[in-house]
């Protein structure tokens, strides 16, 4: 029971994810990734697919996300 639990609860998280569309920018970068991209070098900071187009990031071609 308490797996079956478990795995619901990372369902839940990972359908609440991938809804808000959420990508990855780095302090000076001009593109969004996704969290695996190879070409993210350091930090990078999480913040929502909309957000990031509002301040004018665009799409890693790299890592080609949403």
Same mark, same amino acid.
């Given at each position: 029971?308490?797996?079956?639990?478990m795995?619901?609860?990372?369902?839940?998280?990972?359908?609440?994810?991938?809804?808000?569309?959420?990508? @990855?920018?780095?302090?000076?970068?001009?593109? @969004?990734?996704?969290?695996?991209?190879?070409?993210?070098?350091?930090?990078?900071?999480?913040?929502?697919?909309?957000?990031?187009?509002?301040?004018?990031?665009?799409?890693?071609?790299?890592?080609k996300? @949403?």
């Amino acid at each position: 029971m308490k797996k079956i639990i478990m795995l619901l609860i990372i369902f839940i998280i990972s359908a609440n994810l991938i809804a808000q569309n959420i990508v @990855y920018i780095t302090k000076t970068g001009k593109k @969004y990734h996704l969290q695996n991209c190879r070409t993210i070098k350091g930090e990078a900071y999480q913040i929502s697919l909309s957000e990031a187009k509002e301040k004018g990031y665009t799409a890693c071609k790299v890592c080609k996300p @949403y």
